[in-house]
């Protein structure tokens, strides 16, 4: 109606100030937990957004990293992972993954290399964080020695979902690595400099029509060989 008024735009301006983003993937077996533990995480409002083209689940979240604002998009399987395969564009410009394993099935445990030799096939340097998910169920798994990560020297976290523990700490964690592998990779070389790239187009484009409008001036300005012929002949 008329008289009604209409709604202000709201502005997540945490968002509107972020100095960086990155973008973290979730890897593992079928209910080992893996939206659990992000939603445990995200507890205080968090919003996931379906995407069904992609099979997969996407997590905002907006952190602060020595004093930086950073912007994550925490990337979910939402079910495709029972391939045991995911499609390339979930890897794609990836800064680091989370890997989890349900400790009360082995079969998760074991299958941990077929997504980390998926994983390199993409994403070769990325940090990787393996996880031990649901430990409320059996606090003694924490005592025992897993040598997939020992083997390979990546960092390994005991969580749980359920109950909140080590969960923060993981994603923290998570995100500190994502963002310092950013800015220390060439994929962060290849942003720059493919920006530079395109300014410089950009400057050679906005410098072409006055370089064609100065021409076009000197050619109007030109006589024709006709004229100075004619001109010549004059007494």
Same mark, same amino acid.
């Given at each position: ?7 202000p735009c709201?502005l997540d301006q @945490?968002?509107y &100030?972020a100095e960086?983003n990155?973008?973290i993937?979730?890897?593992?077996d079928?209910a080992?937990?893996?939206s ?6 995200l507890m205080?409002g968090?919003q996931p957004q379906?995407?069904?083209t992609? !099979?997969l689940?996407l997590y ?7 004093g930086?604002?950073v912007l994550?998009d925490f ?7 029972r391939?045991q395969s995911?499609h390339?564009?979930y ?8 890997m ?5 099935r082995?079969?998760?445990?074991k299958?941990l290399?077929t ?6 096939e993409?994403r070769?340097?990325?940090p ?5 998910? %649901?430990?409320? !169920?059996d606090i ?10 020992r083997k ?5 976290y005991?969580v749980s979902?359920? &109950?909140?523990?080590n969960?923060? %700490?993981?994603?923290?964690d998570a995100?500190?690595?994502?963002v310092?592998?950013?800015q220390?990779?060439?994929d962060f070389? &290849? @942003?720059i400099?493919q920006?530079?790239?395109?300014f &410089?187009?950009e400057?050679?484009e906005e410098?072409?029509?006055d370089?064609?409008?100065r021409?076009?001036s000197?050619?109007?300005l !030109?006589p024709?060989?006709?004229?100075e012929s ?6």
């Amino acid at each position: 109606m008329a008289g009604d008024k209409a709604k202000p735009c709201e502005l997540d301006q @945490e968002k509107y &100030d972020a100095e960086d983003n990155v973008k973290i993937i979730c890897l593992g077996d079928s209910a080992v937990g893996k939206s659990k533990l992000m939603e445990r995480f995200l507890m205080d409002g968090f919003q996931p957004q379906q995407l069904s083209t992609y !099979a997969l689940t996407l997590y905002k979240h907006t952190a602060t990293v020595d004093g930086r604002t950073v912007l994550v998009d925490f990337w979910d399987t939402a079910g495709q992972e029972r391939f045991q395969s995911m499609h390339a564009s979930y890897y794609h410009k990836a800064h680091a993954c989370i890997m989890v394993f349900d400790v009360q099935r082995k079969i998760t445990y074991k299958n941990l290399s077929t997504w980390y030799t998926e994983l390199r096939e993409f994403r070769p340097e990325i940090p990787c964080i393996v996880v031990a998910n %649901k430990i409320d !169920a059996d606090i003694k798994m924490t005592q025992k020695s897993f040598n997939f990560a020992r083997k390979l020297s990546l960092p390994m976290y005991f969580v749980s979902a359920a &109950d909140g523990t080590n969960v923060v %700490k993981l994603f923290n964690d998570a995100i500190r690595l994502a963002v310092s592998y950013k800015q220390n990779s060439q994929d962060f070389m &290849d @942003e720059i400099l493919q920006e530079l790239a395109n300014f &410089d187009l950009e400057q050679k484009e906005e410098a072409l029509p006055d370089r064609e409008q100065r021409g076009s001036s000197r050619a109007h300005l !030109a006589p024709e060989s006709g004229e100075e012929s004619r001109s010549a002949a004059l007494p």
